[in-house]
């Protein structure tokens, strides 16, 4: 197994998160710091991160969460605004939240230390869809919702093609559905700056054709069986 495949697999990291610690030379194998990330590691193989033995999880577990607005996607945070794990204190297992909402979003969000599912269902090279209801100030023009679609230009940055379709308008609001492919920083907020229009809510429904339903505010719910065979059969 590859060195980043196997700090993954223990819960700790993501693939790309494994690969960076292994380039800044955090890792070592049997004693010896490595730097190759093609390293592959063989039973009886000592693995350690910062000098702490590091193994694979035995068990892998899955969950969903339905995010509320005002909590940050992280474990911790230095600026003492709440976290998700203030919402997942009660699990038997460490977890981590496969990809982010920002701080004002809320919805779906997947928590698991399964990292090699956390990879494939983040790396833009899998295309995994995310849904997402999103609610604007004013009004949608038709050659607005194109512009969206094509992928803005913001920064310089060429963000991709996306699915935009407008539902209601009402009260100088307009509800927006917008499914997304990649995954950047605050991307559906900058999408919609760049057209002249302020998001008021925000919140993802469905990601990998999983759907939120009726999980309530800061509720969360193991992931039944067949859902997690989904997403592990999704990609490859």
Do not use: W
């Not at 049997?30 to 063989?42: C, G, R, W």
């Not at 209801?133 to 512009?147: I, Q």
């Amino acid at each position: 197994m590859r060195i980043n495949k196997y700090l993954s697999s223990s819960g700790l990291c993501s693939r790309r998160k494994a690969e960076e610690y292994v380039l800044e030379g955090r890792v070592s194998v049997n004693n010896k710091v490595i730097n190759d990330l093609s390293t592959q590691i063989n039973d009886g193989d000592v693995v350690k991160l910062n000098d702490q033995v590091i193994s694979i999880e035995e068990q892998m577990v899955y969950y969903m969460l339905n995010k509320p607005k005002g909590y940050i996607t992280s474990m911790s945070d230095d600026r003492d605004r709440k976290s998700i794990s203030n919402l997942t204190s009660d699990l038997p297992y460490r977890v981590y939240p496969v990809g982010r909402l920002d701080y004002e979003s809320e919805g779906l969000l997947f928590l698991t230390n399964d990292g090699d599912l956390t990879y494939k269902l983040t790396h833009p090279k899998f295309n995994v869809a995310k849904k997402y209801v999103v609610k604007v100030e004013g009004d949608l023009k038709e050659s607005e919702l194109a512009v969206l679609r094509a992928g803005v230009v913001i920064d310089k940055v060429r963000y991709a093609k996306c699915k935009v379709e407008k539902v209601s308008f009402a009260q100088n609001i307009s509800k927006v559905e917008v499914t997304l492919f990649e995954g950047k920083n605050r991307e559906i907020r900058k999408m919609f700056d760049a057209i002249g229009k302020n998001v008021v809510f925000l919140k993802r429904t469905e990601m990998a054709g999983i759907k939120l339903g009726g999980l309530k505010r800061g509720e969360l719910r193991p992931l039944k069986d067949y859902e997690v065979s989904y997403l592990k059969n999704l990609v490859k």
